[in-house]
C-alpha cells in the first residue's frame, strides 16, 4: 500500500515538472520566435517585434530592448541571428538574445544594426515601462508609469493593475492609476473606457487633455464616449483655467514681493524727509554685490558654508548699503533740503557714479550669484499650480522685513521719533528731538533695507551695475500709489501693482501692461492724490 502511493506521489510530480517544463520551453520557444520580428527591415515590423517580445514577458526582454534603444541591436547576415552588442576595451563583444551566448569581439561588418527611428523608440521605452514598473527605485517605477501613460495599451491594464496592488508610494500610485487611465481608454470595452475618462476627467493636466480631445474625435458623435469625453475635456478646461489664473497670481504675489523690498526703504526717506532719493536703486545693487562677494570669499575660504552664504549675506548688505545711505545723507543731501529739484539732479549724479564705481571694480559683465538647494527647484501645492522655491522665501522675505519695520516704527524710541518727525518737523525739534540725527538714520535704515532688497533680487535676476535701474520707477509708483510715509499701504500698494502687472502681460506685453498700469495710476491720483491710506498730521495736511 505504502510502495503504490509514494510511486503515485512520485508520478505525480513528474507530470508538475513536466508540465512546468513545457510552459518554460513555450515561453522561450515564444521569446525566439519575436526576435525573429528584428530581422525584417521594416519600422512597423520592429514594433511589431517590441511588442511581442515584451508580451513574453521572457525575462532576457528587457536586455535586448535596451540594446535596441542604445543602437547595440544587431542581426547576423549568415543566419539572421539576433545578437546585442557593447563596447568594452575598444572592443566590440556580442552576445545572442536567444541563448544568452557570448561571443567575444566580432567583426560588425558581418552584422545589420536593427535600425529605429521615434516611433519605434515610443515603443520601446513603453515596453521597458512594463518591466520598470516593480522596480525598487520609486523613481524608476514613476518614470515607467509615465511612459506607459504617454504610450497607452490596453495590454498593459493587468500589469498596471497587479502593480497598483503592491504600491505603496503615493506619488508612483498616482503615476501608476494615470497610466491605467489612459491604457483604459484603448480598451474595446465600453465600460472600460468610461472608466478611464472618469479618472483622467480630474486629473488637470494639458497632455491628459490632449489624450481626451483625441479620444473624443475619434469617438462617433452622441455616444457615451464622445459624450463622456468631451463633458470631460470642458471640466478640464475650467480647472486649467483656475490653476493658470492661480499661478498668474503667485507670480504677482512674488513680483509684488520684489517691489515691497525695493520701495519700503524708499517709501521710510520719502516719507520721512520728502527727499526724493534717485540713487536709491544703487543701494538695492550694492546689496547684490554685497553678497556676490560675501559668495566668493566663503567659495574660497569656507565652502561648506554656501549653503547659508544668502543668510550671511543679508545683514552684511544692510551695513554695506546702511553706511553708504548714512554717508550720502550727512555729506550732500542734508545740505539741500527744502530744494527738491536741486536733490533730485544730485541723487541722479551720485547714482551714475555709483554705477560707474561698481563698473570699475567688479566689471560690466553681470556676476553669477548662487541659490541654495532649499532656495532652488518648485513645490506643487495643487494640481498643475508649481510655486517656485525662490519666489515663496523672496516673498516670505519681504513679509519678515514688513513685520521689523513696522516692529522699528511702532514699538521703538527711533520709531517714535521717526514718527514725530514725519508729522511735524517744526514741533518735533521744538521738543528737543534731534531731526538731523533722525534724518541720518532714516536714510541709513531705508538704504539698509535696499540693501537687503538686493540679496533677494540677486537670486532671481541678474547682478550688474544696472540691476537697481529696473525697479525704481516701479517703486516711486508703489509709494504714491499706497500713500506717501504710509507702510501698510505700501503691502497692498505692491500687492495689488505686481498681480495687475502680472494679468495684463498676456494680453498687452510686459512694456505696454507697464504703461496701462501708469496710466491707471494717473488717473488714481486725480482723485485720491495722497494714494490709498493719506498719512496724517499737521505737516502731511499742509
Known amino acids: 500500500m505504502h510502495v503504490g502511493r509514494r510511486r503515485a506521489l512520485a508520478l505525480f510530480l513528474i507530470l508538475i515538472f513536466a508540465a512546468v517544463g513545457r510552459v518554460q520551453d513555450a515561453r522561450a520557444d515564444a521569446f525566439t520566435d519575436a526576435l525573429a520580428g528584428f530581422a525584417k527591415d521594416s519600422y512597423s515590423d520592429t514594433i511589431a517585434a517590441v511588442e511581442k517580445v515584451s508580451a513574453t514577458g521572457d525575462p532576457r526582454a528587457a536586455a535586448v530592448l535596451r540594446a535596441l534603444a542604445e ?67 520609486t523613481r524608476q517605477r514613476i518614470d515607467a508609469a509615465r511612459a506607459l501613460f504617454k504610450n497607452p495599451n490596453a495590454a498593459n491594464i493587468p500589469l498596471l493593475l497587479k502593480s497598483l496592488e503592491k504600491e505603496t508610494d503615493p506619488a508612483a500610485k498616482a503615476a501608476k492609476e494615470l497610466a491605467l487611465a489612459a ?19 480630474t486629473a488637470g493636466d494639458s497632455e491628459v487633455r490632449d489624450l481626451l480631445l483625441r479620444v473624443a474625435g475619434q469617438a462617433e458623435k452622441g455616444s457615451p464616449i464622445h459624450t463622456a469625453a468631451t463633458e470631460a475635456v470642458a471640466s478640464m478646461d475650467a480647472q486649467l483655467r483656475l490653476a493658470r489664473n492661480a499661478e498668474i497670481f503667485f507670480q504677482g504675489l512674488s513680483l509684488g514681493s520684489v517691489l515691497l523690498l525695493a520701495a519700503i526703504g524708499l517709501a521710510i526717506t520719502f516719507g520721512v524727509m520728502g527727499v526724493i532719493n534717485m540713487a536709491h536703486g544703487e543701494m538695492v545693487m550694492l546689496g547684490a ?54 536733490t533730485l539732479l544730485m541723487t541722479w549724479g551720485v547714482s551714475m557714479i555709483l554705477q560707474q564705481a561698481v563698473r570699475t571694480a567688479f566689471g560690466p559683465t553681470n556676476r553669477e550669484v548662487v541659490s541654495p538647494s532649499w532656495m532652488s527647484g518648485t513645490m506643487e501645492i495643487a494640481s498643475g499650480i508649481a510655486l ?78 544696472n540691476l537697481g535701474q529696473g525697479y525704481i520707477v516701479d517703486s516711486f509708483m ?36 507697464k504703461i496701462f498700469v501708469l496710466v491707471a495710476i494717473i488717473v488714481f491720483i486725480q482723485f485720491r492724490p495722497r494714494g490709498l491710506f493719506a498719512l496724517k498730521g499737521r505737516a502731511a495736511e499742509a
Request: aromatic share 6%.
Open 71 to 137: 543602437g547595440n541591436l544587431q542581426v547576423r547576415k549568415s543566419d539572421q541571428a539576433i545578437v546585442y552588442t557593447r563596447e568594452e576595451g575598444g572592443k566590440t563583444l556580442g552576445t545572442e538574445a536567444a541563448s544568452g551566448k557570448e561571443l567575444g569581439e566580432i567583426k560588425t561588418d558581418d552584422y545589420d544594426q536593427v535600425r529605429v527611428n521615434n516611433r519605434v523608440r515610443s515603443a520601446v521605452q513603453a515596453a521597458l515601462g512594463t518591466f520598470n514598473l516593480v522596480h525598487p527605485d
Open 183 to 201: 491604457s483604459r481608454l484603448m480598451s474595446d470595452k465600453q465600460e472600460e473606457r468610461l472608466a478611464g475618462i472618469a479618472h483622467l476627467k
Open 289 to 342: 554685490y554685497t553678497t556676490f562677494v560675501v559668495q566668493q570669499i566663503i567659495r574660497t575660504w569656507s565652502p561648506e558654508l554656501m549653503e547659508v552664504s544668502v543668510l550671511i549675506a543679508v545683514p552684511l548688505a544692510f551695513l554695506v548699503s546702511g553706511a553708504v545711505g548714512v554717508g550720502l545723507e550727512r555729506g550732500v543731501i542734508r545740505h539741500l533740503y527744502g530744494r527738491p529739484i536741486e
Open 388 to 465: 517656485t522655491q525662490n519666489r515663496v522665501v523672496i516673498i516670505l522675505f519681504g513679509l519678515l522685513v514688513f513685520a521689523i519695520v513696522i516692529f522699528i516704527t511702532q514699538k521703538t524710541w527711533f520709531g517714535l521719533q521717526m514718527r514725530a518727525v514725519t508729522q511735524n518737523r517744526a514741533m518735533a525739534a521744538s521738543m528737543g528731538i534731534r531731526t538731523g540725527r533722525v534724518d541720518a538714520m532714516t536714510f541709513g535704515l531705508g538704504s539698509g533695507i535696499a540693501g537687503m532688497a538686493g540679496v533677494a533680487l540677486a537670486q532671481i535676476d541678474n547682478v550688474s551695475p
Open 478 to 513: 508703489v509709494v504714491v500709489f499706497g500713500g506717501v510715509g504710509n507702510l501698510l499701504g505700501l503691502l497692498l500698494g505692491s500687492s495689488i501693482l505686481g498681480v495687475i502687472n502680472k494679468f495684463l502681460e498676456p494680453f498687452a506685453g510686459a512694456v505696454l501692461g
